[in-house]
């Protein structure tokens, strides 16, 4: 077994662990309840979401200062891992919302949500440039440009809507249902972060291994087929 | 002293080498003849040498300096002509080269120097779009030459152009060093000393041993 | 500034010998407030109250084939290079095309906003004028941008609405509440414009800084 087979192991224990926590140790919520287990799971994705960005926005200002194709190559495994963690952090949130707010859309459109929605199409938007764009060297600086101004992008977002809604009359819900926590949910939702952020990591790995195979496949290619025709 | 020098300049596009590294040394005033079938890497190789292109492999100095570090001092000592005019349909001929010399930090005396140096006085006033092939080529040539570079990277600056046209050619280029692309065997032997043969993305020895260059 | 003033000369007078791009673009305004007028079954007390909307809406699309026009042709006809060979800088040449852009969309805005009044019945006041104006100096920034990012790629058509529109998000919500608290006769203070112009300054930065490194081929 190679180190990321470990690790990968090692990161579907910790989630299972989280799991049991979040189901068998942690209170149900008394207003609530049951959806509100929803949250452990759904702002650490989140954060850990968020921080896969970061990440491609440091990989790509690297890969513009110095050229480095390892940062590239950390970009694109962080933006694969950002948008599954994303996708996660909108469907667990459109689950939770629908319960609680009764999907109203002048709530769910909150400056959380359409951010994070925008993050998630600047990012897609970052993967259909390095299809379009002529592999290499283009493609890299290219998707680099798109990854840091998408990114600058995101709490503009963010504040231009929450600036909107607080002009709207209604009350705008904290997604959290209550600053306190009990120590019980807080000592879950540590273990759970802890967790998801592994899992990313360790994701990020395999994805940065998958996208430096596929590489050295594409240089291969043209000299075996070189030596074949010989 | 040297004006061009290529060490294992080299271009891939994706997983396809479309140019084996070229080593090349051009002293100034020295004229090099790129010849080669379709395809076989000569705009590569010319996109390179202007700095249009980044190489995916090796150095390039144009006068001594770095291509790649110090591009705007060797961009503003070289002319390029490439496979597109370039030209804007909806400008005339003059307005052209005018708004290329303000980019260029010149004015418009050197717009008109240009366009009289090509032999299109006569046009100055008709658009880009009416001109016919010939013309607009010369057209392009004058933008190559508006700045005064010391290096000309022609890409078949011969295309569509008529016989006074290429002896034009020999006027502008002058004592200026350059490096030309062309198919046409006679013309090269006529302007240039030197020649280059590429064959699928690589260069070969000189084929009427004008004098071999190593590759 | 010379160059970037001398660019966008060119490209203005490009478009006023060729007349293509402005007069399509007037002609798709018109017809989509005709349809909006249709599709929504627009009188007089849902004009004002939709009207924000649909004003956005068709200025964004509008933006959309101005900007996607502004770095296509210049790169298909070869003439994007030739500009960036010369000592000139890619930040003053973008900013020259982007400068262009703005002032087309500009005149397009020229003809939606009566259009909107005509059409809609929505009140356009200069609170509205001013709110479309300032948010077109960002929005073409940013268009711009893309539009040079897209146009190097194989898909450009494609990719310039995908790229452009997340980032035009915050300049639709900000302009679209300025518009609609002017069009419901509310009063809003400079502050809304005042938000529009911040959000001008950053992108325009951002768009410059960026442009330099999409530029650089």
Not at chain 1, 106 to 116: G, I, K, L
Not at chain 1, 169 to 187: F, K, T
Not at chain 2, 177 to 185: G, L, N, S
Request: net charge positive; charged share 15%; glycine share 10%.
């Amino acid at each position: 077994m190679s180190r990321l087979h470990v690790l990968a192991a090692a990161a579907v224990l910790a989630v299972l662990g989280a799991a049991g926590m979040i189901f068998l140790y942690a209170p149900e919520d008394a207003l609530q309840g049951p959806v509100q287990r929803i949250f452990y799971v759904h702002v650490s994705s989140a954060i850990a979401a968020y921080l896969c960005f970061a990440l491609v926005v440091a990989g790509s200002a690297t890969y513009l200062w110095r050229g480095s194709l390892r940062a590239d190559r950390l970009a694109r495994a962080a933006t694969y891992t950002g948008l599954a963690f994303t996708t996660n952090t909108l469907v667990m949130g459109i689950i939770w919302a629908k319960p609680i707010w009764n999907w109203d859309p002048s709530r769910t459109w909150d400056a959380r949500f359409t951010a994070t929605v925008v993050l998630w199409m600047v990012y897609a938007g970052y993967l259909l440039v390095r299809r379009f764009a002529a592999p290499g060297r283009t493609a890299m600086r290219l998707a680099a440009v798109v990854g840091i101004v998408g990114f600058v992008d995101v709490p503009v977002v963010h504040f231009s809507v929450q600036w909107w809604r607080t002009l709207h009359p209604g009350p705008v819900l904290d997604a959290r249902g209550g600053p306190a926590l009990p120590p019980e949910m807080l000592l879950t939702f540590a273990v759970t972060m802890a967790a998801i952020l592994f899992l990313a990591g360790v994701l990020i790995a395999i994805r940065y291994r998958v996208e430096l195979v596929q590489e050295q496949r594409a240089e291969l290619a043209p000299a075996t087929l070189e030596l074949a025709t010989r | 002293m040297i004006a061009v020098r290529a060490a294992g300049l080299g271009q891939r596009f994706g997983s396809h080498p479309a140019l084996a590294p070229v080593d090349l040394e051009l002293a100034v005033g020295e004229r090099l003849a790129v010849l080669g079938d379709n395809g076989a890497g000569k705009t590569t190789l010319l996109r390179l040498l202007a700095t249009v292109a980044r190489p995916a492999s090796g150095r390039l100095e144009l006068f001594g300096l770095d291509a790649l570090t110090r591009r705007a001092q060797v961009r503003a000592r070289l002319g390029y002509l490439g496979h597109q005019a370039g030209h804007y349909a909806q400008l005339t001929a003059l307005e052209n080269l005018e708004f290329f010399a303000t980019l260029q930090g010149r004015g418009r005396v050197e717009a008109r120097e240009a366009l009289a140096g090509v032999g299109l006085e006569a046009a100055a006033g008709r658009r880009a779009a009416e001109l016919s092939r010939g013309m607009q080529q010369r057209l392009a040539l004058a933008r190559a030459v508006l700045h005064r570079p010391e290096l000309l990277v022609l890409d078949e600056p011969d295309t569509s152009l008529d016989g006074p046209g290429r002896a034009l050619l020999g006027r502008l280029l002058g004592e200026r060093t350059a490096v030309i692309a062309t198919h046409d065997r006679a013309l090269a032997r006529g302007l240039c000393s030197r020649a280059l043969l590429l064959r699928a993305g690589r260069a070969e020895g000189d084929p009427w041993q004008l004098r071999v260059v190593e590759a | 500034m010379a160059v970037t003033w001398a660019v966008a000369r060119k490209d203005l007078r490009a478009e006023w010998r060729g007349r293509e791009m402005l007069p399509a673009l007037a002609q798709f305004v018109v017809l989509a407030l005709v349809i909006a007028n249709f599709a929504f079954d627009v009188d007089l007390t849902s004009g004002p109250r939709l009207g924000p909307g649909i004003l956005w809406l068709v200025l964004v699309f509008a933006g959309l084939v101005a900007f996607g026009r502004a770095f296509a042709p210049e790169r298909e006809q070869g003439s994007l290079e030739a500009m960036l060979l010369t000592p000139a800088g890619p930040a003053a040449i973008f900013a020259g095309k982007a400068l262009a852009a703005a002032l087309l969309l500009m005149a397009v805005e020229a003809v939606l906003l009566p259009g909107m009044a005509v059409f809609l019945g929505a009140p356009i006041g200069l609170q509205v004028v001013l709110a479309v104006l300032v948010a077109t100096v960002g929005m073409a920034g940013l268009g711009c941008l893309f539009s040079a990012l897209a146009a190097q790629t194989r898909a450009r058509d494609l990719l310039l609405p995908v790229l452009a529109l997340p980032l035009w998000i915050p300049f639709v919500v900000v302009g679209g509440r300025t518009v609609q608290a002017a069009m419901g006769g509310a009063l809003v203070p400079g502050q809304p414009l005042v938000v529009l112009a911040a959000l001008d300054i950053l992108f325009v930065i951002v768009a410059a800084l960026a442009a330099r490194v999409v530029l650089d081929e």
